[in-house]
């Protein structure tokens, strides 16, 4: 009794930490801000997993008698395969933590910060998309600097390729063949926008 009294506890602090991460990334993205919050900013996985834990969490805390075939052992069961059903969407993630990456370069040199540009897919269920950005700094201060973004369903606009032109300089080429060069600040924010 006291060891799912304490599993349903430590449930229901997983779903307050999920909605906690979902509402930090939510209102602290912002360009230049740091990229594990970015990261964070995916309520469609978030949500599910904290309805589940604290759906899961509720039933085994509850006080009420439940044999083996009552109806909180069944809620209970009902909540655990959901949860199991949300787990392989995040060991999957845990195995390929990048799958939607089109280009992440690293720039030249090495002096200085570390700096990345990165091309990849961003919200595939609701508002599928690309979205250019330059990381700059180390884990897990990490910056991140949106350059543009883009929908798919937007047939003009597109990346051909990206890369550095300098430590300082992003090229990227869009799907007319015509280059763009966006100059860097120290800091990482690009000076120019994408002009498409």
């Given amino acids: 009794m006291k060891i799912r009294r304490g599993a349903g506890l430590g449930l229901i602090a997983l779903a307050g930490m999920c909605a906690v991460a979902a509402i930090a990334g939510r209102l602290y993205e912002r360009p230049g801000g740091l990229a594990v919050v970015a990261e964070l900013n995916s309520p469609w996985l978030l949500v599910p997993l904290a309805a589940a834990a604290l759906a899961t969490g509720a039933a085994l805390r509850s006080r009420g008698p439940g044999g083996p075939g009552g109806p909180k052992a069944l809620a209970g069961l009902a909540g655990a395969g959901l949860l199991a059903a949300l787990v392989i969407p995040l060991g999957l993630l845990a195995a390929d933590p990048f799958p939607a990456r089109q280009y992440d370069v690293t720039a030249p040199g090495g002096a200085g910060a570390p700096r990345r540009l990165v091309v990849e897919r961003v919200s595939p269920l609701a508002d599928p998309g690309w979205q250019i950005y330059v990381d700059q700094g180390p884990f897990p201060a990490t910056r991140r600097w949106p350059v543009a973004r883009y929908d798919d369903a937007d047939w003009s606009k597109g990346i051909l390729q990206a890369g550095w032109l300098t ?12 280059s763009h060069d966006i100059p860097l600040a120290a800091s990482g924010r690009p000076l120019a926008a994408l002009i498409w």
């Avoid at 430590?167 to 015509?178: A, E, G, S, V, W």
């Fill in 167 to 178: 430590p300082d300089t992003i090229r990227l080429i869009d799907l007319d063949h015509r």
